[in-house]
Nanobody, 118 residues
Framework: QVQLAESGGGSVQSGGSLRLSCAASRFTLDYYAVGWFRQAPGKEREGVSCISSSGNTYYADSVKGRFTISRDDAKNTVYLQMGSLEPEDTARYYC????????????WGQGTQVTVSP
């Protein structure tokens, strides 16, 4: 069974930075688009970013210019560098394989919590 494991979450103050990691096991990410989505209590799931298998990147308007997605296929890992964090970014963040960065998620991990205080 494929597995994705997110890490790197934590608590930071507004304006701070975090780098999330998404490590895959039992399969290789090379041929997959990989995205990050987040969900906060009482709110709908929101797609944050996606990177295609060829390296094209996509961002939600709410994070554009602040977040950067990247992938290291040699390490079978995708990263989400988050900067200029705002309290509105507080959520549980999940990485997922996607169909062509379409927002159709195939598999996802347990998530990692990000909490941004004012």
């Amino acid at each position: 069974q494929v597995q994705l494991a997110e890490s790197g979450g934590g608590s930071v103050q507004s304006g701070g930075s975090l780098r999330l990691s998404c490590a895959a096991s039992r399969f290789t990410l090379d041929y997959y688009a990989v995205g990050w989505f987040r969900q906060a209590p009482g709110k709908e799931r929101e797609g944050v970013s996606c990177i295609s298998s060829s390296g094209n990147t996509y961002y939600a308007d709410s994070v554009k210019g602040r977040f950067t997605i990247s992938r290291d296929d040699a390490k079978n890992t995708v990263y989400l560098q988050m900067g200029s964090l705002e309290p509105e970014d507080t959520a549980r963040y999940y990485c997922a394989t996607e169909e062509f960065c379409s927002g159709h998620y195939l598999q996802w991990g347990q998530g990692t919590q990000v909490t941004v205080s004012p």
